[in-house]
């Protein structure tokens, strides 16, 4: 697996069909992290995964596979969807043993600096459940601010016109 970019403790890697396996452990997890996903109501086969991990690698998409440095286990995966105009949509997951760690935090934000620096990015939204109050916590804490919001969806943004999003070395953001 080829590291493409690192922060404190986690390697941001290509996504691979070594990890299959650890990939279909956490969205299968329905307690923890899986489903609703696209509200999929069966498990994730082994193949549906491999021709997940194909498609992404030949699309090029901006998809990490995260690996704790210390211990080298799977944290997750996290992605930038539909970059185009300055713009990408994050999706993030992480298992059930690495949740609550701060290994989020430390993602997203991480991610927000990569998609400023390499990708020239000025705005990134994401969609969370509206009972996903631990999920909405940790995007505010990385300035994700709330925009809109449905019965079934909040929309949040993370937007810094003319001004860097990336987080200072003491994980506050620029505007606070």
């Not at 403790?9 to 996903?37: C, H, K, Q």
């Not at 509200?39 to 082994?46: D, G």
Request: hydrophobic letters at 35%.
């Amino acid at each position: 697996m080829k590291t493409i970019f690192e922060s404190d403790n986690i390697l941001f890697t290509e996504v691979s069909e070594r990890l299959v396996r650890d990939y279909l452990a956490m969205v299968n997890d329905v307690e923890n992290v899986g489903w609703p996903i696209g509200h999929k109501t069966e498990q994730y086969t082994e193949e549906q995964e491999l021709r997940w991990v194909r498609k992404k690698r030949e699309e090029n998409a901006v998809v990490f596979s995260m690996i704790e440095k210390r211990s080298g286990a799977f944290i997750g995966n996290i992605e930038l969807m539909d970059v185009r105009d300055g713009q990408g949509e994050l999706g993030i997951a992480i298992t059930a043993g690495k949740q609550d760690r701060g290994f989020g935090t430390e993602a997203i934000t991480a991610l927000a600096a990569y998609g400023a620096d390499r990708l020239g990015l000025r705005r990134i939204v994401l969609r969370a459940y509206p009972d996903n109050a631990r999920a909405i916590h940790v995007y505010e804490k990385c300035g994700f601010r709330e925009y809109d919001r449905t019965e079934e969806t909040v929309f949040m943004e993370l937007r810094r016109e003319g001004v860097d999003f990336r987080a200072n070395r003491d994980g506050r953001h620029p505007h606070e």
